[in-house]
């Protein structure tokens, strides 16, 4: 039986020795810095109190061993499925590291769902088929998209990103025909992005819209729409939701682009790097 499930059983401890496991299951990250003697410190026992709970829970091996089996058990726990929203002033790094870390698996299991292999499948034909690929959207949306449509680049795509608002009018203005332009809203409502949506509708462009609600004034407006989850008035540290939702979207295109464009894209980047090579020497 291993530390934790020994730990279960709480019941059958004295309650000195209660007072110890309370203190290692609320702050298990402590416990790696921790000597017997901080131990029953911050535990308000005795350090007779710690050395007899140790070697009852790990068969007299040493509080070192201990130390390292309790860690090793910790960091090999499922993820709670706790959310975020649940942060407050008692969580320790140990319990934000799961929380983040269980709303991100969440986020991507609940995007993959709602994209599908079938929309992606479209998706990714209306980029391969582009003459080239612009992207509209504003502030946030636009740093996290950039560096994945740089990446595409990297892939052979003709890829367009302005950062100011005029630059990305001008250019709904001169799009070409068939050109995918990829749309990025939390709201769905930006009033800039409409009209830029009805410029690239009379320029006969495919638009890509992705955001949270199909029922918004971009996501009717798309050719094709990608649901990117949120979780709007529930995050106390910024929209970790909407955008990991976003990144997963926009790395499952990537590695499809890279996939059935295998030998192409591998050609490419190996004649990058052969010239990268050359110009630092």
Known sequence: MNILEQLKQIDIFSDAEQHIIHYLLNFPEDIINLSIKDLARVSHTSTSTVTRLVNKLNNNKGFSHF?????????NLPL?????????????AFSILNKVAAQQIDTIQKTRQAMGHVMISKV???????????????????HM???????????GKQVIIHDSTNAQF??????????AAIIVSKTGENRRLL???DILKARK??????????????????????QIIDAPDNEPVGNITFDTSLQYVLNAILS???????????SLLDTYSKLWEKSIY
């Open 67 to 75: 130390k390292a089996s309790f860690f090793s058990e910790i960091n």
């Open 80 to 92: 709670s499925g706790k959310s975020i929203s649940n942060i407050s002033g008692n969580d320790t």
């Open 124 to 142: 990714f034909t209306i980029l391969n088929n582009s003459p080239q690929i612009v992207f509209f959207g504003f502030d946030d949306n636009l």
């Open 145 to 155: 998209v950039k560096y994945h449509l740089f990446r595409l680049m990297t892939l």
């Open 170 to 179: 001008y250019q709904a203005l001169i799009t070409q025909k068939d050109t």
């Open 195 to 197: 009209e830029m949506v």
């Open 205 to 226: 462009a495919k638009i890509i819209v992705m955001t949270p609600d199909q029922q918004s004034s971009l996501g009717k407006s798309a050719s094709e729409w990608i």
């Open 256 to 266: 499809l682009s890279y996939s059935k464009n295998h030998e192409k894209n591998k």
